[in-house]
T-cell receptor, first 116, second 114 residues
Framework: NAGVMQNPRHLVRRRGQEARLRCSPMKGHSHVYWYRQLPEEGLKFMVY????????ESGMPKERFSAEFPKEGPSILRIQQVVRGDSAAYFCASSPRGTGRGYGYTFGSGTRLTVV | AQSVTQLDSQVPVFEEAPVELRCNYS??????LFWYVQYPNQGLQLLLKYLSGSTLVKGINGFEAEFNKSQTSFHLRKPSVHISDTAEYFC????????????FGKGTRLHILP
């Protein structure tokens, strides 16, 4: 039973390029969450999605960032026109039901984005 | 809204000594509480969680945590640490009975000294 799969593990982009980060949740998990981690800052929530719906995007920057979780296929976090400040580790997590019923997350291993 | 404060950014401790990692939270509603561990270059793994019932929660790898509602704390403890416990530990909170995100603290780095 595969866990949460994120790819690529490492991604290098030049300033101005687009970055696409993919996340396949655990089998049977329909809730997906994206977080960004910077040193000394912990994990910052970005977006919470269910299939074909964005539930909470309060942590997403208003410009250049978007996320989707289509009916088929992985969840995608897309960053357009990347800047150096986007360099970070991006983690995806999934859960079988909402957290309101006491389910915690299962995390992927993350994508480390470096903008040069 | 909820928030989590981890009072120590780094904790050095000798191998086989006991350790306590402190966590306080703030919330206007009842919450579930979690501790996660992150080993270098990996994702986070769930150590333990408090949902309800007994305030002392036992987790994996010999860790336990105690929920104290009056102190709004959820401190993590281990009676004897091992070198393999070197990692970063995150306390986290989410509201009960409402599907929401989990809010994480900034983490505590546990350094095990030989």
């Amino acid at each position: 039973n595969a866990g949460v799969m994120q790819n690529p593990r490492h991604l290098v982009r030049r300033r101005g390029q687009e970055a696409r980060l993919r996340c396949s949740p655990m089998k049977g998990h329909s809730h997906v969450y994206w977080y960004r981690q910077l040193p000394e800052e912990g994990l910052k929530f970005m977006v919470y999605l269910q299939k074909e719906n964005i539930i909470d995007e309060s942590g997403m920057p208003k410009e250049r960032f978007s996320a989707e979780f289509p009916k088929e296929g992985p969840s995608i976090l897309r960053i357009q026109q990347v800047v150096r400040g986007d360099s970070a580790a991006y983690f995806c997590a999934s859960s079988p039901r909402g957290t309101g019923r006491g389910y915690g997350y299962t995390f992927g291993s993350g994508t480390r984005l470096t903008v040069v | 809204a909820q928030s989590v404060t981890q009072l120590d950014s780094q904790v050095p401790v000798f191998e086989e000594a006991p350790v306590e990692l402190r966590c306080n939270y703030s919330s206007s509603v009842s919450v579930y509480l979690f501790w996660y561990v992150q080993y270098p270059n990996q994702g986070l793994q769930l150590l333990l969680k408090y949902l309800s019932g007994s305030t002392l929660v036992k987790g994996i790898n010999g860790f336990e945590a105690e929920f104290n509602k009056s102190q709004t704390s959820f401190h993590l403890r281990k009676p004897s640490v091992h070198i393999s416990d070197t990692a970063e530990y995150f306390c986290a909170v989410t509201p009960m009975n409402r599907d929401d995100k989990i809010i994480f603290g900034k983490g505590t780095r546990l350094h095990i000294l030989p």
